[in-house]
């Protein structure tokens, strides 16, 4: 596996592994020996870069995480979130008090068993926080050892040069895919000028762009895609062109879709590492494919043109989720 950097020369594996779908998310997930085999195999094919998060579970992706990566810890970095607050193991919405955050690290570190978090993302912005009180916070983490690299998810351009102004930010976490292209107007321009990477997150478009869901697919009551807007079975239907396109190049060049999405991705830009996630060996392997692949000038104006032309239907997320996405 080819190698790319974050920003603050924090070097990872091109193609990173997602790790929230294994037991949160997407369904009842996959026992916890079959998760780990699946991490470990990672690990052998060259994956260095394992994203997972205080509420996925909440904390019981983490712990599965840290039972994962015992045996090969200085082979890997270890991303985690905060900026939720729990009561009785239930999210009670956005907290990034810095007294919160040195607590729930302290918490993570635990979970995952290892005595530094590698990159320590922002989860959410929380608006009742200044972004400069948490960037200070993670400073003083980063001093006292328990950290390594500062990261932000979901957050705008202009907290985002606040929060590198106080403590530099190694990588944004966004979501980012030819289903999905905001970051293309202001962030990524953004993130270019500071020298900060992006790890683009559902590079798959929550599975559309792999050509295996369309408007008969049925979602299981533990599947968030279910309760997503852009999920609904009349929207699937009208994006379903965009999939299609995809589907002809990978036909093409003997490739499968997801393969051609995610190396549609990786041409974008260098400091570009997308974190697929997966429950099922034979989609590792396919996905870490797309490492290998380039994609012709003819292939990804296409792919990208396809995705300029779709007047792309739902949502992201329901009302509630919306709002807690940084402007």
């Known amino acids: 596996m080819i190698e790319r950097s974050l920003g603050s020369g924090l070097r990872v594996s091109a193609i990173g592994f997602g790790c929230m779908g294994l037991n949160h998310g997407y369904g009842p997930g996959v026992d916890d020996p079959d998760a780990i085999e699946l991490v470990r195999t990672a690990v052998e094919l060259g994956v260095t870069l394992f994203d997972t998060a205080q509420v996925y579970g909440p904390f019981t992706n983490e712990q599965l995480i840290g039972k994962a990566i015992a045996p090969v810890r200085d082979q890997v970095v270890i991303a985690t979130k905060f900026g939720f607050g729990y009561t009785d193991g239930r999210s009670t919405g956005l907290n990034s008090r810095p007294e919160h955050i040195r607590a729930s690290v302290d918490g993570s570190l635990h979970r995952l068993d290892v005595e530094r978090i590698d990159l320590l993302y922002q989860h959410r912005v929380d608006p009742d926080v200044p972004i400069e009180e948490v960037a200070g916070a993670v400073k003083e983490l980063i001093d006292a050892g328990k950290v390594g690299h500062f990261g932000l998810s979901e957050a705008g351009a202009a907290t985002i040069r606040r929060a ?44 559309f762009l792999t050509g295996t869901i369309d408007a008969n697919t049925k979602f299981g009551d533990s599947d968030l895609r279910g309760s997503l807007p852009r999920f609904t079975e009349s929207a699937r239907e009208a994006n379903q062109s965009l999939v299609d396109v995809v589907a002809d190049v990978a036909s093409a060049g003997h490739a499968t879709p997801a393969q051609v999405a995610l190396a549609w991705l990786l041409a974008q830009r260098p400091s570009l590492v997308p974190i697929p996630g997966t429950t099922k060996m034979h989609r590792l392997r396919e996905n870490l494919g797309a490492a290998d692949l380039e994609l012709s000038a003819d292939d990804l104006n296409r792919l990208t043109e396809a995705s300029d032309r779709i007047d792309m239907q739902g949502d992201r997320y329901p009302e509630a989720m919306q709002r807690m996405i940084d402007r």
Request: hydrophobic share 45%; proline share 11%; net charge negative.
């Open 164 to 207: 590198h102004a106080m403590q530099p930010v190694t990588a944004l976490q966004s979501e980012y895919s030819l289903f999905w292209r905001e970051p293309e107007a202001e962030i990524l321009p953004t993130l270019d000028e500071l020298g900060i990477a992006l790890v683009p997150f559902s590079p798959l478009g929550k599975g």
